[in-house]
């Protein structure tokens, strides 16, 4: 975990994946929601200049993006 990305998780309550290529936002979202039982609120995704893709995730207001990172055991 970077330092702008613990940030973003800390202060926006986004959560940051990197994701299949072909993946659109809809998939992501649908399957954040699933996976972590939480309520996506936006998803926003970017190629890097490396050729994969990364989802930035912003949960809803309910759910805390740390307690996700908790349960992942990135925190």
Not at 12 to 31: G, P, Q, W, Y
Request: proline content about 0%; charged content about 30%; aromatic content about 6%.
């Amino acid at each position: 975990m970077t330092e702008v990305t613990s940030r973003l998780l800390e202060t926006e309550n986004k959560l940051v994946f990197m994701v299949n290529k072909s993946a659109t936002k809809r998939d992501i979202k649908m399957a954040v929601e699933e996976l972590y039982d939480v309520l996506v609120d936006h998803v926003n995704s970017t190629v890097t200049s490396d050729g994969e893709k990364k989802a930035f995730v912003r949960l809803s207001s309910e759910y805390k993006a740390t307690d996700v990172a908790i349960k992942l055991g990135i925190l």
